[in-house]
């Protein structure tokens, strides 16, 4: 196995509810003054038990955070996030409010900072760590420790944030990890991660986030060169980022009356939605801050859904 960074070691939101009339969606809001607290109120809004790990992962970037949605939402949990040097108050007290032992910390010290894990094991959280040498090994790491001999395994560009956040909530939904991969090729801790002779990731299917030019058919043609000839590869991909979101929701959440809606132009609150919607059996879309984009639009005019959480940013028009 490949070095790994690997260390295991012993505010105000808002939630409102605004009832339409019967033939209209109920419309809900998750948000807080920054993505810090509206992390916080998605938290707030999970059901389950109070006493589940915590995820925490940086909400200044969003390479190492991007293995964070997927993992979370397999562990029926959620995502809090830090500055890389301090906690802030918001999520110092969702943690006390969750009296959570464990905490997840998701990517490296340059993400998230020894300071913040001598904070959090000071306050007698059990903190371990799942960080590799850059955004596709930490994306390896989480898989392998995180899920066990999962059957489907997601591919999704490093390069930006849209697809993985968008996969996430499915991923989550179905016990599956997000691998990153570089839109021409398959880093190398990724190709260790599936032909690993201790932790091995030997899925049966590949589902594959985004058009060529975010994951290429050469980057496929290597992971089938790695024993995978026979396991099945499904492309979800649209022409932008919020027709790709509309893709993976029709795939894997074809009924539901549930969507959760976040900003598909920055990633803290889409990522902080993943696990939300994977827990509530809901497609994640990813909308503008003021405007519906075309094909999020037409996705809502086709399921007429019963409820729409928005999470973070102003209720589109």
Do not use: K
């Not at 295991?8 to 807080?32: E, K």
């Amino acid at each position: 196995m490949h070095r790994r960074l690997i260390t295991a070691l012993a505010a105000s939101t808002v939630l409102a509810l605004a009832t339409a009339p019967a033939a209209q969606a109920v419309d809900g809001r998750l948000a807080g003054a920054d993505r810090y607290e509206t992390a916080v109120a998605v938290s707030r809004a999970f059901e389950g038990s109070r006493y589940a790990p915590v995820f925490l992962a940086t909400g200044e970037n969003f390479p190492d955070a991007l293995a964070a949605a997927a993992a979370a939402g397999a562990d029926q949990s959620r995502v809090l996030l830090t500055g890389r040097y301090a906690l802030p108050p918001s999520t110092l007290d969702e943690l006390a409010a969750r009296r959570s032992a464990a905490v997840y910390v998701v990517g490296g010290t340059p993400s998230v900072s020894t300071e913040v894990q001598t904070t959090l094991e000071r306050l007698g959280h059990t903190v371990l760590r799942f960080a590799g040498e850059d955004r596709y090994d930490t994306s390896a790491v989480a898989a392998q420790i995180l899920f066990d001999d999962p059957d489907t395994v997601f591919l999704a560009t490093g390069e930006n944030f849209p697809d993985a956040l968008s996969g996430a909530a499915a991923a989550g939904s179905i016990g599956a990890p997000v691998l990153l991969v570089r839109p021409d090729g398959l880093p190398d801790p990724v190709r260790s991660a599936l032909t690993d002779d201790v932790l091995p990731l030997r899925p049966s299917r590949f589902v594959v986030l985004g058009d060529e030019n975010a994951v290429s058919g050469a980057v496929l043609d290597q992971v089938r060169a790695l024993g995978f000839q026979d396991a099945t590869f499904e492309r979800l991909a649209g022409p932008d980022r919020y027709a790709t979101s509309v893709a993976v929701g029709r795939r894997f959440f074809p009924t539901s009356t549930h969507v959760v809606l976040a900003v598909g132009d920055d990633f803290p609150d889409a990522l902080a939605a993943g696990p939300f919607a994977a827990a509530t059996g809901a497609p994640l879309l990813l909308t503008q801050r003021t405007t519906t984009p075309a094909a999020t639009r037409a996705e809502l005019d086709r399921r007429q859904p019963a409820d729409r959480y928005f999470v973070g940013a102003a209720q589109p028009n």
